[in-house]
């Protein structure tokens, strides 16, 4: 399932859920003789008990069978994280990162039964910038949905709607990008239905190989808003059609009238202040890896309300757009950021980080656009940001969001304190900050000191979030002591985190790190050694059991 609603009824569109031919590889495109393996897909393969800690190379195998001769566009949504798709033998597409989608188009495919093969490589290596061993693990495989679809010569490549409030009506905002992959030259229009108006949004020419936008600008008189209560969603359609009045294909997605403002040192959803209190999450799980399969997802978000929650950072990469789904049915806010963890300035100076980190920016504003839920973008957690170099980096990636969305806000999670040299490249200034853990502060005084620094540094009248806080917590290591690392002690840190924070109005948003215990990258050094190789700071454990700390968050977050 790669939403949670069909996205085409005109153009023809199936799912490659299921199992495939899998066998591990020496070399991306090398010649394989057996495939003596079947893997699912979606799925990470090292929830085969032969590859629990496989690093390297594994190719997939799959057949695709066409009726009749037809363009196919392959959509894959993740690939861990680097992939060559061969096709009858024929290498069309390749891909880095793990957590954005990608597409091969491949003209005129004749009928019959076809061969299609996937090189993965999950290997670290210098060419390799963003994924690195870290504080959370790069799994291996294509960890999320492919869809198969049959495409005419012209195809709606990307649909991004934007909600605008004016004075009491609503309008919205349509970018149609149509692709001609025929011969010649072609006449075409573009319709969008939202909210029960069917409107003309445009025509163009379209040169044979190149692709068009089109732009319109719609009021729609009578729609409710999209807010944390009420979460209404409105069914978008756009439809293609040719000079022959022909409608060769549509693009069905999911949209929300809502606004998202700064203003006075706060965020505004709607015009009204907010605050936002959630959790840090990775999609990591002991029985799917990254790959975590929808009711897990929904178990997640069920979790996450519970605690009372309205906010979630997707924290360190793009998600699988099914949990933004939910997040949109539910009223949970979303932070959604780039892919990166904590690179020092030698790793932002790699020669392929600068293309590597821009090119998950673009995917992840174009792919995630619609999402109402996504109230933050943001880049970069823990990189090099007090660094001139780094600030070249921080101030390219924000400039290329702002200008695919100027509609929401941008921020990036600093821990570098009086040093930070980027808050006046953003809207939101934030902070992650472990008193009680990594040091000894008394939190509300950090966070008084944090906002000096903000006002300081280039962050004056900007909202301010805490990214991060929280503290290990083994589960089941329980101790009348109160010991580091005991259950008893994290709830301690917790507690005396959010009591602080609550109580500070210029705190716009609160993110405890973390949601769930999570597997790390094996290696020398404090950060790669971790106990168990995990991440403890879990609220709940790996398997989504309760630590003491959970009963603490909920105290605060549902009491308010
Ligand atoms: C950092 C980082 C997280 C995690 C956390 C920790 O702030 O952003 O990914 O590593 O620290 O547990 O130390």
Same mark, same amino acid.
């Given at each position: 399932m790669i939403r949670l609603f069909s996205t085409h009824q005109i153009r023809k569109s199936t799912e490659l859920e299921g199992l495939w031919d899998f066998t591990p590889a020496a070399h991306m495109g090398e010649k394989v003789g057996a495939y003596r393996y079947r893997l699912p897909v979606p799925g990470c393969w090292e929830m085969h008990p032969e590859f629990g800690n496989y690093r390297g190379i594994g190719v997939y195998r799959q057949k695709v069978t066409l009726h009749q001769r037809s363009n196919l566009?392959?959509?894959?949504?993740?690939?861990?994280?680097?992939? +060559?798709?061969?096709?009858?033998?024929?290498?069309? /597409?390749? +891909?880095?990162?793990?957590?954005? /989608?990608?597409?091969?188009?491949? *003209?005129?495919?004749?009928?019959?039964? +076809?061969?299609?093969v996937v090189y993965v490589d999950n290997s670290f290596h210098e060419d390799s910038a963003l994924h690195v061993p870290n504080d959370y693990y790069?799994?291996?495989?294509?960890?999320? *949905?492919?869809?198969?679809?049959?495409?005419?010569?012209?195809?709606?490549?990307n649909v991004m709607f934007t909600p605008v409030r004016q004075g009491l009506g609503w309008h919205g905002s349509w970018k149609a990008v149509v692709r001609n992959m025929g011969q010649v030259e072609r006449m075409v229009s573009i319709r969008g239905i939202l909210a029960g108006i069917d409107a003309e949004l445009g025509?163009?020419?379209?040169?044979?190989?190149?692709?068009?936008?089109?732009?319109?600008?719609? /009021?729609? *008189?009578?729609?409710?808003?999209w807010s944390l209560e009420n979460p209404n969603l409105y069914a978008l359609t756009a439809i293609l059609t040719t000079e022959e009045g022909y409608d060769c294909d549509d693009w069905l997605d999911r949209v929300g009238f809502r606004t998202i403002t700064t203003d006075n040192g706060k965020i505004q959803l709607n015009g009204k202040d907010v605050v936002l209190q959630g959790v840090n999450r990775h999609e990591d799980h002991p029985m799917a890896g990254s790959a975590l399969p929808l009711h897990l997802m929904v178990r997640d978000l069920e979790l996450i309300t519970d605690l009372g929650c309205n906010a979630v950072r997707t924290s360190h990469y793009p998600y699988d757009e099914r949990f933004l789904d939910l997040c949109d049915e539910r009223g949970i806010a979303v932070w959604e950021e780039n892919h990166a963890r904590g690179l020092s300035l030698e790793q932002m100076l790699n020669p392929n980080f600068g293309w590597q980190s821009e090119q998950v920016t673009h995917e992840m504003v174009q792919q995630h656009y619609n999402h109402p839920s996504i109230l933050i973008w943001a880049i970069l957690n823990e990189c090099a940001s007090h660094t001139e170099e780094g600030r070249a +980096?921080?101030?390219?990636?924000?400039?290329?969001?702002?200008?695919?969305?100027p509609s929401r806000p941008r921020s990036f999670a600093s821990h570098h304190r009086d040093q930070e040299k980027c808050f006046d490249l953003a809207e939101i200034v934030s902070f992650n900050l472990y008193p009680g853990w990594y040091t000894n502060e008394n939190p509300g005084e950090l966070a008084d000191q944090a906002r000096l620094w903000a006002d300081a540094l280039g962050g004056k009248?900007? *909202?301010?979030?805490?990214?991060?806080?929280?503290?290990?917590?083994?589960?089941?290591?329980?101790?009348?002591?109160r010991e580091k690392g005991s259950e008893e002690r994290q709830a301690d840190i917790i507690d005396s985190n959010l009591r602080a924070y609550l109580e500070r109005d210029y705190i716009s948003g609160i993110f405890i790190w973390q949601f769930s215990d999570c597997r790390v990258t094996e290696g020398l050094g404090w950060l790669l050694a971790r106990s168990c190789t995990r991440n403890s700071k879990g609220i709940v454990d790996e398997y989504r059991r309760p630590k003491l700390a959970y009963e603490t968050v909920k105290r605060y977050f549902r009491g308010r």
């Open positions: 566009r392959l959509e894959f949504k993740g690939v861990s994280h680097t992939a +060559h798709v061969y096709f009858d033998g024929v290498m069309k /597409a390749c +891909h880095y990162n793990a957590y954005t /989608a990608f597409e091969c188009v491949i *003209p005129q495919v004749e009928a019959g039964t +076809h061969d299609l790069t799994y291996g495989g294509i960890i999320r *949905p492919v869809a198969v679809e049959e495409i005419s010569d012209l195809y709606i490549q025509r163009s020419l379209v040169k044979s190989g190149e692709t068009v936008e089109i732009s319109s600008w719609v /009021a729609y *008189p009578d729609v409710k808003e +980096h921080y101030e390219k990636q924000l400039t290329i969001i702002g200008e695919l969305d009248g900007k *909202p301010m979030i805490i990214s991060e806080f929280g503290g290990d917590g083994f589960y089941g290591f329980r101790s009348p002591n």
